[in-house]
């Protein structure tokens, strides 16, 4: 059994910066896929970025450009520059044991409790 943890968000002016954390434990396989998703109020979950088990990383193209998808060790990192008020929304960590990631809630099995990002203007 997998488990996340996110940490680092929290409320930023327009075009300012944050970066996200989300520590894994538990996992014993040999492959594991991780993203990132985010849900605004009223919006549905939707996908950020991921990095499969051979670190391709993939962007969608909202954040393309301005978001970076990286490891440090056990722990996945995204960090969120020029950031805008569409940005604004609860980001989850997701993962499951898969070598090539998706981009649909329903390919990951894992979840945290997500972390709250608020930009204001």
């Known amino acids: 059994q997998v488990q996340l943890a996110e940490s680092g968000g929290g409320s930023v002016q327009v075009g300012g910066s944050l970066r996200l954390s989300c520590a894994t434990s538990?996992?014993?396989?040999?492959?594991?896929?991780m993203a990132w998703f985010r849900q605004a109020p009223g919006n549905q979950r939707e996908w950020v970025a991921d990095?499969?088990?051979?670190?391709v990383k993939t962007y969608s193209d909202s954040v393309k450009d301005r978001f970076i998808l990286y490891k440090e060790g056990n722990t996945l990192i995204l960090k969120m520059n020029s950031l805008t008020p569409e940005d604004t929304a609860m980001y989850y960590c997701?993962?499951?044991?898969?070598?090539?990631?998706?981009?649909?809630?329903?390919?990951?099995?894992?979840w945290g409790q997500g972390t709250l990002v608020t930009v204001s203007s």
């Open positions: 990095i499969d088990n051979f670190a």
């Open positions: 538990g996992y014993t396989g040999s492959s594991l896929c």
């Open positions: 997701a993962a499951d044991s898969r070598y090539y990631c998706g981009s649909r809630i329903q390919d990951f099995r894992y």
